[in-house]
C-alpha cells in the first residue's frame, strides 16, 4: 500500500452564512480527490483559533507530487469546487505544498478525529529521532493521527508543521499535560521557534 509522501493544504476564509453549505461541498470534493486525484487521504474541517478563525482547511495527502496536479485538473472539473469558488462566499487565502517526514503514531486510526491541533515551528533540522521519543506521550493520552512535515512552499517555506488528531478536547487537555511534564518535550521547545498553535474542528 502506499504511504502519504506529500500533502497539500488549503485554506479560505468563508462568510459565516454560508459555512454549513461550503462544508458539504467540500465533503463532496474531498471524495472526487480520492476518486479521481489519487488522494490516499483528505481531511477537512473548520480552524477555531487563530488569525484564520472560522476559515475551512482542507488536508489532501498523496504518494507523489504528481498526484497535486491531478488535484487541480479535479478542481478545474469539479462542480462541488466550481460551487464553492462561484458562490462569492468563499476565497482562498493560503495554499502549500508539505513534504511528509517519516513519524508517526505506531497506531494510526483511519477514523475521522474530533479535534485537531496544528502546531509550526521552525528548526535547523527535521529532529524526526529526537521526536521519535516523545511520540508515545501523544498516543498514550488518546491521540488518533500524527503528520509531521516540512513546508515546501510559501511564506513559511522550510518550517515543520505538526498535526494530530484527537477525539476529544480533554484528550487534548490530557496530552499537554503530558508534555508540560516531559523534560525529552521541554529540551525539544527550548530549540525551536514556535510561531502558530491552532485547534481545528474536523467534519470529515
Known sequence: MSSTSYTMVTVAAVNSGFLDQALKHTGALAEEL?????????RYGVI??????????????YSELNGIDAAFKVYGSSDSYQALIGSGEVSVTLRNILKVEPLELK???TEAPAYGVLTRWGSKDAM???????????????AMFMRYSTIMTGSDAGRR?????????????KTYDALRGS??????????????????????
Not at 480520492?34 to 483528505?42: N, Q
Open 161 to 173: 508543521l505538526l498535526a494530530v488528531g484527537y477525539p476529544s478536547m480533554d484528550a487534548i487537555e
Open 183 to 204: 523534560a525529552d518535550y521541554q529540551a525539544m521547545v527550548d530549540d525551536v521557534d514556535i510561531d502558530f498553535r491552532n485547534i481545528v474542528r474536523i467534519a470529515g
Open 107 to 109: 497506531n494510526q486510526s
Open 48 to 61: 477555531a483559533t487563530g488569525e484564520h478563525t472560522g476559515s475551512i482547511v482542507l488536508f489532501q495527502g
Open 128 to 142: 524526526v529521532e529526537r521526536m521519535k521519543g516523545i511520540v508515545h506521550l501523544f498516543e498514550d493520552n488518546g
Open 34 to 42: 480520492k476518486a479521481s486525484a489519487g488522494a490516499l487521504i483528505t
